[in-house]
């Protein structure tokens, strides 16, 4: 993969190797931060496939795609996800056939937008999988495709599905929650199904990074799904002094999505401390906004180190000095 | 499905069924012709499917897909096949993976194009054939949406694959053949792969409809797949009287595409007295254009009556008379 070291000479931790823990948009908003600060080249980011689904025929991987998109400059800036000056004309042309679509059939589903130019992602990773590829393989590829400088490998090449268990619906899928109930509704446990194995080079990643970063993702179905494959919660315990999170919770609320409120349903507090209470056994430290330095205290009380700094990534300037305090916090002084 | 009989008044064999054994581009032609002469709702055409692909994950069917487009008026009239006011935003954000697919994989393929609207067909019936749907249903759902007031079924539920083998690269698909090398290359062989199953639906058109026609298709690679089925010759042959074919060949070219240049290489006399050859055992009469009338005495000594009208379909009118004469040409007086 090509470095972009030499255009943009790093600020910190010029030798550390990182490994971010990611989840899609907050993951993928901290890596482009930290990218302005530490050489692409040492940094890998394992990334969750538990929303990961089929349609259409095709498989689709939305955090993975969502932090290379986001990377590579390429995301709408209006709409925050999608390619820019993208077209949805495949998905318009699917209307025709709802009205034949057989009761209880998924075909023609249109609530999943997927533009048209990114459907050449979709394309390429199906057909790559179809010729027996693995999901690291296929990611590196595509990454590569787009010119990304820091290594995206998936959490497992296996399939872990995250299953989100509704008041009103039952068992639906994460992108069913997600997208088409725009998860306004409530919730009574997340699962995780399917195989739970790390892939290699995510095991690798974890163990054997300098640092690692759990990013202001959700940690119940971003972080969670990691957390869920034998080993992350092992190999992270016994390194956790190298390990940080940065808190998705600012203020009560999540930086985005649906965090704060999936956190209250499942018996957790929404705020700083309940992260801290996820974390404490995994990370050594916890990045929290100024909008919760009251909270200081009882985040240390929870056993973790706390770190007050800007985590509302409003601008590219906030994002990188996020990405400077949060490797500096678990780095030797 | 909706019929159009109310608006079309048919003119010829009011109360005859008719199957139509059908290729793709021919075939549609033939049909838009024969519709405006008999109701549509008796019309059933058998669909050759041995072109089927796979590419990016996605079930591909062209010759149901370019019958469906023409009948409902959809295809691009300068291009002659593939849907009016395409786009192809898909196909060229694909390009960005050329670069990383690795030697051997098809992913990323571009040579077959597939256009942004034409893409929703394909997603619909990958999506439902995924759930379990038979090709038969799927296809009926199909044209449905499309609002077809004919029947379609493809020749069989199952694989079966044209292969055609080149004299330059061995084995090829008929897609590779066809479209990637432009069938510019000689070949040497052509079979069919896979199980030989008729589907029901196929088999009881082409036991039960009143009037079988065999369309004006290339008979090696568009009917061919079709009689390479279990049955399809005895049933034809059981019925002879009542089966007529349109010659492809006219004044020894193809109307479309590469049925003479194959029939040559193949060692077939590319004419109709050749195509003659090829269906005297399951059809009774012959149509040929006048460019061929003096081979007329040639195919009745094949043992074919042959009827002689204009059958290159530059015109709605012609292409209607054409339906109409073949009907008539097996049609109790």
Sequence with gaps: MKSTSDTMPPTVAATSSVTVVSGGVGAARFLTGLLNVI???????????????????LSISPDLDTITYTLA????????????NETWTAMAALQRFEAVRPNGSAAATRWFNLGDQDLATHFYRTARLTEGASLTEVTEEITTAWG??????????????????????????????????????????????????LSQSARFALTNAEIVVIA??????????????????????????????????????????????????????????????????????????????????????????CIVTPSVMSTPEIAQTLGEVTIAAVSAP
Tied chains: 1, 2.
């Design 216 to 305: 202001p993702s959700n940690p119940l179905v971003s972080i969670g799904p990691i957390r869920s494959l034998d080993g992350t919660d092992d190999i992270l315990s016994a390194r956790r002094d190298s390990v940080v999170a940065v808190s998705p919770i600012v203020g009560g609320a999540a930086l985005k999505g649906p965090a704060a409120r999936m956190m209250t349903e499942l018996g957790h507090e929404s705020s700083v401390v309940g992260v801290a209470r996820l974390y404490a056994g995994i990370a050594s430290a916890l990045v929290i906004d100024p909008a919760d330095a009251h909270l200081v205290d009882a985040v240390v009380a929870e056993g973790m180190r």
């Design 148 to 197: 990304l400088g820091l290594r995206l490998v998936p959490m497992t090449d296996e399939r872990r599905t995250t299953v989100v268990t509704t008041a009103t619906e039952g068992d639906v899928s994460f992108q069913d929650y997600f997208v088409r109930l725009r998860h306004s509704v409530p919730i009574t446990s997340v699962r995780f199904d399917g195989v739970a194995q």
């Design 73 to 84: 400059g390429a995301t709408d800036p209006e709409r925050g996800w999608g390619l820019r």
């Design 39 to 57: 050489d692409p080249a040492k940094v890998t980011a394992v990334v969750n496939t538990g929303d990961d689904t089929q349609l259409h025929g």
